[in-house]
């Protein structure tokens, strides 16, 4: 399915991460996810679609961010995973390192992010 190549769904985290750098990760987020979907971060935090749109809105930007060793996951019709490793910094701060595992769905036809899971390294 066109929709979930590896190539598109990479593009799709830059552009989330490109959000984050900008400091629109909110409204990027907001749009982009289900509406059940949920985010399960390092700390163990597990955020809704708002909860994520809301916090986000308020974080402080990331100064940059690089991607590797990404893999596409099939799943069933309409339905594809992307795993990844990042890394990001921010200003001083030890650069955040983990995997992450990006689960999308085709909604009226668009891709949607409906889980997304950050495993720290």
């Known amino acids: 399915m066109d929709d979930f190549t590896l190539d598109r769904l990479l593009a799709l985290e830059r552009e989330g991460w490109d959000a984050l750098?900008?400091?629109t990760g909110g409204a990027f987020y907001g749009a982009l996810m289900t509406p059940s979907a949920l985010m399960v971060l390092v700390d163990g935090s597990v955020f809704d679609r708002d909860t994520i749109a809301a916090s986000l809105d308020g974080a402080p930007?990331?100064?940059?961010?690089?991607?590797?060793?990404?893999?596409?996951?099939?799943l069933v019709d309409?339905?594809?995973?992307?795993?990844?490793?990042?890394?990001?910094?921010?200003?001083?701060?030890e650069p955040?390192?983990?995997?992450?595992?990006?689960?999308?769905?085709?909604?009226?036809?668009?891709?949607?992010?409906?889980?997304?899971?950050q495993t720290a390294l």
Do not use: N
Not at 61 to 74: C, G, K, N
């Open 61 to 74: 930007p990331w100064d940059s961010y690089e991607l590797r060793d990404a893999r596409h996951v099939s």
């Open 96 to 117: 955040f390192v983990a995997l992450m595992a990006s689960t999308y769905v085709l909604v009226d036809g668009e891709p949607r992010l409906a889980l997304y899971q």
């Open 78 to 93: 309409g339905a594809a995973a992307l795993v990844y490793r990042a890394r990001a910094v921010r200003g001083e701060d």
């Open 21 to 23: 750098c900008r400091g």
